[in-house]
């Protein structure tokens, strides 16, 4: 998509939006079939329409709708999200045009589970949550320092799950299959079932699932098929307690496996030369106790979180240890593969307390306090065939971070009059992180060489404001300004100089507008935004390094700023059709030249425009016999990767994806027929660097899926 590609989107919108009356939106909207979602974003049950930032709330009837089975797949709801799959637990979020890179640092998007955070210091693959029996996603785009902290800096993802009823036993199961071209048959299954074990006063829910995900890669040196197949398991448990009217506690545990027997890098007749299998095993536990007590004029909340996961991955370099000298040296013979390995486990403690207001009267506030710890433990280390030879010594130690962090947060909103609210906050928190353990030394050191003993400590510290205005100009629409600040810590390279890389931060000034028009038959968001970013954390190589000799660090590099828009149209064609459409415009630009970007160079991995067109009907197959079809297409410019000084300048490609669905729904049962992918196209999402491979869009798929309710 062009520049006058966009144009052409952008005008009549733009011209609707100036020209059209703004007309109420009722509270069960069945011009466009949308629910109307009640969402706790701002820590406090609202509307949608009352939220004084740019949000997304995708209900879970929308998110079974679209038979999605992670938000990898829902990125086309939500305008400026864009999420790189490298492998299943291996997606890289990105909201607004920033990107996590592939160095170390914390996440730059924010990601929760109910209450409880899933983000991890210095981790790589963000924790796939299955998208089933959900109540809803939200999507909060823009820094959200004040009441999420730290590493929400592009905005952040909220995952709600369905409570447990306390009156009513019920559950589903479902069941599904899909044939990968050119690949695997995959198959999942997966059911729910609610007990009220007291009624009106406790309830459980319980939700089981597997999947087996099919693989499409070949390995042309061995001869063996679908090399990046994986297998997921999961099981959520939420307990409901309502001892009295006042106190509500829930109790949560969730746990999920992923085994994936290769990554999914591969050129474009979609098979690889691998020497060395690169397997992960991704397993985590995680718990959340929320104990809700009202209080009278106050509501005093406790969120207590343990997070264990642990992650034991090898990632083939062949391709990069390839050049003279090290074939010779360390692969002698063709068939001869490296690889690094790293078995990392993290433990994560966190507690947050926090008052908050009635809803009575002018003013709301919320008030509150933050503990977070983090234990790691990580083992690396390289593997060879037909060699004994270590170019880089392995690794024991926290590798590379152990963070204990500390946070004051508040929030007030005044209502200057009916139609008319400011809100301010402000969250201070300090960051203590440390990097101890032990380097083997290279296998090219003389023997006798003693290992480099890692010692490193520091602190970090912000306070992150926020202001917003809402203006309530009609009963449903409303106009929002935003100014905001997000923070990410800095930390430990695992090379030797430089050992350690700053903190960054963006502050982001935001307008917006959302409501509807035309007797609610369309709904909408814009919202335009520019961003300052500074100290940028960006990828490069130690001095004097090769890819080779050298692992990749994280530096400080420069300043970039620049414009963005996010759009979401939702039109009631008729009664039984909607449309709806979405658009992302970022263009996160370096100001300054560096060693690394040259000015007016992109961030890595960030498309500049992002969009999608979905269209949904409802309709009788025949009498009694209710259907439905839908299509939906989606677009993301080409991402580039670039390190100046190492010559890199990495490139992907446009792509441009469509998905279709059409089904039978009865009462009590549903079967679909699904594609994905239907054009097959093969477009590289994550360029290959260094020698390695790319990552491309997974082929086309054909599936059916069942689905019974009890």
């Known amino acids: 998509m062009d520049t006058r590609t966009l144009k052409i989107l952008l005008t009549p919108i ?76 291996a997606s890289r979020i990105q909201l607004r045009g920033l990107s996590q890179g592939v160095g170390y640092g914390a996440a730059l998007v924010g990601t929760y589970l109910d209450e409880i955070s899933l983000n991890m210091p210095d981790a790589q693959r963000s924790l796939d949550v299955p998208l089933v029996d959900m109540a809803r996603i939200e999507v909060l785009r823009g820094p959200q320092g004040t009441l999420y902290g730290d590493g929400s800096m592009g905005g952040t993802i909220r995952f709600i799950t369905r409570a447990p009823r306390l009156d009513k036993f019920e559950g589903s199961v479902e069941a599904g299959f899909s044939q990968v071209t050119g690949g695997q048959t995959g198959w999942r299954a997966n059911g729910v079932v609610n007990v ?135 692969m002698p013979k063709p068939t001869s593969g490296g690889a690094y390995r790293q078995d990392m486990s993290q433990k994560i403690t966190t507690q947050e307390l926090r008052l908050e207001s009635d809803d009575k009267g002018p003013l709301t506030w919320t008030a509150g306090a933050y503990f977070r710890k983090t234990d790691t433990h990580s083992v690396t280390s ?154 940028v954390q960006a990828q490069d190589l130690a001095p004097g390094c090769t890819p080779a000799t050298c692992q990749a660090l994280t530096v400080n590099s420069g300043k970039a700023s620049g414009p963005g828009l996010d759009i979401t149209l939702s039109a009631g064609l008729t009664p039984s059709t909607t449309l709806d459409v979405t658009l992302g415009y970022s263009d996160l630009t370096y100001d300054l030249k560096t060693a690394e970007r040259n000015q007016g160079d992109p961030l890595n991995f960030v498309p500049k425009k992002t969009a999608s067109v979905s269209l949904s009907h409802r309709f009788n197959w025949t009498a009694g016999w209710p259907g439905m079809a839908r299509l939906d297409y989606q677009h993301s410019d080409p991402v580039k990767f670039i390190v100046r000084n190492q010559g890199v300048n990495a490139t992907s490609n446009n792509i441009d994806t469509l998905n279709a669905r059409i089904g039978v729904e009865l009462t009590g049962w549903q079967v679909y027929l699904e594609g994905k992918n239907l054009t097959n196209a093969n477009g590289v999402t994550f360029p290959g660097i260094f020698g390695l491979p790319d990552f491309r869009v997974a082929p086309r798929s054909i599936g059916v899926l069942a689905r019974a309710q009890f």
């Not at 309830?203 to 999947?211: A, F, K, Q, S």
């Open 196 to 330: 009220p074990l007291s009624t009106g006063v406790a309830g459980l829910r319980l939700v089981v699932g597997h999947e087996d995900l099919p693989g499409w890669v070949d390995n042309s040196a061995t001869g063996a098929k679908d090399i990046n197949s994986a297998k997921r398991d999961y099981l959520r448990g939420k307990l409901l307690v309502k001892p009295s009217a006042n106190v509500e506690v829930t109790a949560m545990f969730f746990h999920t496996e992923t085994d994936t027997k290769n990554s999914s890098g591969s050129n474009a007749q979609r098979s690889i030369a691998s020497y060395i299998p690169s397997p992960t095993k991704d397993k985590t536990d995680l718990f959340n106790l929320v104990i809700s007590a009202d209080l009278g004029s106050v509501r005093l909340v406790s969120s207590t979180g343990y997070l264990d996961r642990k992650i034991d991955t090898t990632a083939e370099l062949t391709s990069v240890y390839a050049g003279v000298p090290f074939r010779a040296l360390i």
């Open 14 to 89: 733009a011209a609707a939006l100036a020209t059209w009356p703004a007309m109420a939106q009722t509270a069960a909207d069945t011009s466009t079939g949308k629910q109307v979602i009640e969402v706790t974003a701002s820590k406090r049950k609202q509307l949608v329409i009352d939220v004084p930032y740019s949000i997304t709330a995708i209900g879970g009837s929308e998110i079974a709708d679209r038979g999605v089975t992670d938000i990898q797949q829902m990125q086309s709801v939500v305008p400026s999200l864009f999420i790189n799959q490298n492998a299943p637990g």
């Open 382 to 535: 390289d593997v060879w065939t037909d060699s004994t030879f270590r170019l880089q010594g392995g690794f024991d130690g926290t590798g590379p971070t152990n963070v204990t962090q500390t946070a004051l947060f508040g929030e007030l909103t005044y209502a200057l009059s009916p139609q008319l609210s400011v809100t301010g906050g402000l969250r201070s928190f300090k960051e203590k992180a440390e990097n101890v353990g032990s380097k083997l030394p290279s296998g090219f050191a003389p023997p006798g060489t003693p290992s480099t003993l890692f010692n490193d400590r520091a602190e970090f510290s912000a306070t992150t404001p926020r202001l917003n205005l809402l203006w309530r100009y009609s009963s449903k629409s409303a106009l929002y300004a935003t100014a905001s600040k997000g923070f990410r810590s800095g930390g430990f390279n695992s090379t030797a100089t430089p050992r350690n890389y700053g903190p960054e931060d963006i502050v982001s000034f935001e307008i917006g507008n959302r409501g509807s028009l035309l007797g609610n038959a369309l709904q909408y968001e814009v919202a335009a935004y520019h961003s300052k970013y500074s100290n």
